[in-house]
């Protein structure tokens, strides 16, 4: 069994393809004749061009037009006057093209994977990709090519090029492994939106993996098993099964309105890490985001995001979700979230400490750098503030203060913003929930987390397996609370959701929808399935099904009633 970092969801179960890289060494020479030498530099970069263009069709028809668009980085690092200019003067003091395109593109390549923005540090994989393609061609070289794969490969590589994946023979690749590259590469970008199973940053894996070894790839867990038994082949082979038939299944729900058998509307919304991750809402049908957690923001940089680089990356949101609702969560430091260029201090009880909007309160000037770039992205689409970990009444009206205050520095400075944003509230503590009803006189909505409000009602750490028993969303303690939180909003006349894990639980959902849920906020593959659930019970089977289970005193008790209920 092997690890690595879970790049795209899915099972992926089939034979490796060890994909051997060229061999582009060469012994350098003098060329004769420097104009030649440049000519045949400038016939490269033009095979490279058209090439990469015709990816880019290609592309366009299998991923869309926005990923396509990822390769265009390659036709302006092929034909960058800067490059240019480097490499035709190299070759004018005697080098020939292949060292003069080394020594240029190995410039560029160091010059951005020293970068501090992760976005840009990962465009060194761009830049690394146009040398190979450009030192292939000069020296006569095949590149690895996968569009011509046998059925249920899984694409074994040290690195996966963003070309090599925009060639990618989508129905043959059944997985791809690869010892290099994150989460936000383009590579793990794309098979994303192939929705191809990927584990990369795999220890080794081109040498540990033999060309027809027999793999089986959890993209999901960040997993690669390889000498499987028969018995592990059969678990995940059914697995792998259940999940195409209930994806193909699902399909029959897209485009269509969330709604309970009865016709009582609901709004299925998506929770998303990154504004990239919006691509994924919109494709898997969402009706806007219900939690766009901004710390994700925070952790992939080395410093405070700045306003314009916050206010870019929620702009990018609200212009993809058109003018669905767009929920973006102010920073939720702390606690399991650990940012480490802030520099808080440890402390005994991190979950019980200084965190989320209390740190966020204690540094106003800071915080105000987030609510502005979130007032001046609300001008381009429907965004609204949700504050975490909420305890007491007036943490939200000082939340309120500093947008009000920001308001009216934007409106001196003639910036853009919606007057009317709304500020809504996290309920997420036993604190929030025992004071939902003054709450919801103070805000223009709610989301309950269930992650968190679970494990603060039960004293059960969310990531501790030894409590796990007691961390559960059906102890009868946290489903009265999720009750009083519901009944409090919806009495209030404000919109109510939920954005914890809860929210997509099948076995759940018909107790929400007698509660009154409004909004169901959920990952963007579990979007079609929530929509499905929520349209088999009316209210009325519903409010039968809750009113048995609030009578019964323990966990399993409810969790086997609403198993025995389910449909
Ligand atoms: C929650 O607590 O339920 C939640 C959605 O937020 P997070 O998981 O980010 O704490
Ligand atoms: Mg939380």
Known sequence: MYEGVNASDGIGIGVARVAVEPDLSFTPFTPDDAEAEKERFASARDKFVAQTEAQIERMTETVGEEVAAIMQAHIEFATDDGIKDMVFGSIDSGMCAEQAVSEAYDMYYTMFSQMEDELFRERAADVADVKTGLLADLLGQELVDLSTLPENSVVVVHELTPSMTADIDKDNVAAILTETGGRTSHSAIIARQLEIPAVLSVPDITSNVKNGDMC?????????????????????RLEANRLAEEKAALEAFRGQPTKTA?????????????????????????????????????????ELPSEDAQFAAYQKVALRMKDQPVIIRTL?????????????????????????VRYCLANP??????????????????????????????????????????????????????????????????????????????????SIGTNDLIGYTMCADRGNDRVGYLYTVYQPAVLRSLKRIIECGNEAGILVGMCGEAAS?????????????????????????????????TKEEADALTEKVLKLKTANEVKAALQAAAK
């Open 505 to 537: 639980d099948p076995l759940l959902i018909p107790v929400l929808i007698s509660f009154g849920l409004g909004e169901f906020s959920v990952s963007a593959p579990s979007i079609l399935r929530t929509r499905k659930t929520i349209s088999l019970w």
């Open 332 to 356: 939720d430091v702390g606690g399991d979230k650990e940012i480490p260029y802030m520099n808080l201090q440890a402390e005994e009880n991190p979950f019980m400490g200084y965190r989320a």
């Open 365 to 446: 000037d800071q915080y105000k750098v987030q609510l502005r770039a979130l007032l001046r992205a609300s001008a381009f689409g429907d965004i609204k503030i949700m504050v975490p970990l909420v305890t007491a009444l007036d943490e939200i009206r000082q939340v309120k203060e500093l947008v009000e205050e920001c308001k009216a520095e934007l409106k001196a400075e003639g910036v853009q913003f919606n007057e009317k944003i709304e500020v809504g509230t996290m309920v997420e503590t036993p604190a929030a929930s025992l004071i939902a009803d003054d709450l919801a006189e103070e805000c223009d909505f709610f």
């Open 216 to 236: 089986i790839v959890d993209g999901t867990k960040g997993k690669v098993i390889v000498d499987q038994t028969p018995k592990e082949l059969e678990k995940y």
């Open 262 to 302: 009865d016709g009582i509307e609901k709004l299925l919304v998506a929770n998303i890490g990154n504004p990239e991750d919006a691509n994924g809402a919109v494709e898997h049908d969402a009706e806007g985001v219900g939690l766009f957690r901004s710390e994700f923001l925070f952790m992939d940089a080395k």
